[in-house]
């Protein structure tokens, strides 16, 4: 309860917003309580990171290993991968309110990036460096075109925060990814 709180609070505050204070009150628990499950602050907020970066994890990797062995078909692997992607972040905004005010101060709270995305964006970096080599796919860089699509679908997400996404933006965020992976890798 305290942790997903916590992780509401940063994501919709950011760091320096949050106070453990805050925290407690939120979660209807007092100050000492959240030290003792949670430790200090910066603990706290890595701990948050730590708990939306498991649940995205579960939902990726499977589809993310199915497109490193897609036998004849990585185009629709790859659209599985968005597919799951977005899914995940319409889901679970408060992974982009996250990210979103944590790249906002990239040189603050060093490691978080390391441990809490690049796991992830590196797996499909890497299905793409391979698909480039076998002449499946023509991407000559697979970094920036990862970094690409995460930012368009965070930009789409952080709408989340704030209630729910319409209908009418689900459908047309899955379009243009779906039409961005055809025009890119398609035949």
């Not at 007092?30 to 907020?45: E, N, S």
């Not at 709270?109 to 076998?134: K, M, W």
């Not at 933006?169 to 992976?181: G, I, P, Q």
Request: some cysteine.
């Amino acid at each position: 309860m305290i942790l997903r709180v916590a992780t509401d609070l940063f994501a919709r505050n950011g760091f320096d917003a949050v106070s453990l204070r805050a925290v407690a009150d939120a979660a209807g628990v007092d100050v000492a309580t959240v030290h003792h499950h949670a430790g200090g602050k910066l603990v706290l907020y890595q701990s948050c990171f730590a708990l939306v970066f498991e649940a995205e994890r579960r939902a990726l990797e499977p589809v993310i290993a199915a497109a490193a062995d897609p036998g004849d078909d990585l185009l629709a692997a790859l659209h599985r991968v968005v597919d799951a992607f977005v899914g995940f972040l319409e889901e679970r905004p408060e992974t982009t309110g996250l990210w979103l005010r944590r790249w906002l101060e990239p040189d603050r709270h060093a490691g978080i990036d390391e441990q809490f995305s690049t796991p992830l964006y590196d797996q499909v970096e890497r299905v793409l460096a391979e698909a480039d080599r076998a002449g499946v796919l023509h991407e000559p860089q697979p970094h920036l075109a990862v970094r690409s699509l995460i930012w368009a679908v965070h930009a789409h997400a952080v709408t989340g925060l704030h209630g729910e996404i319409p209908a009418d933006s689900r459908f047309a965020l899955r379009a243009f990814v779906h039409r961005w992976l055809e025009r890119m890798y398609g035949p």
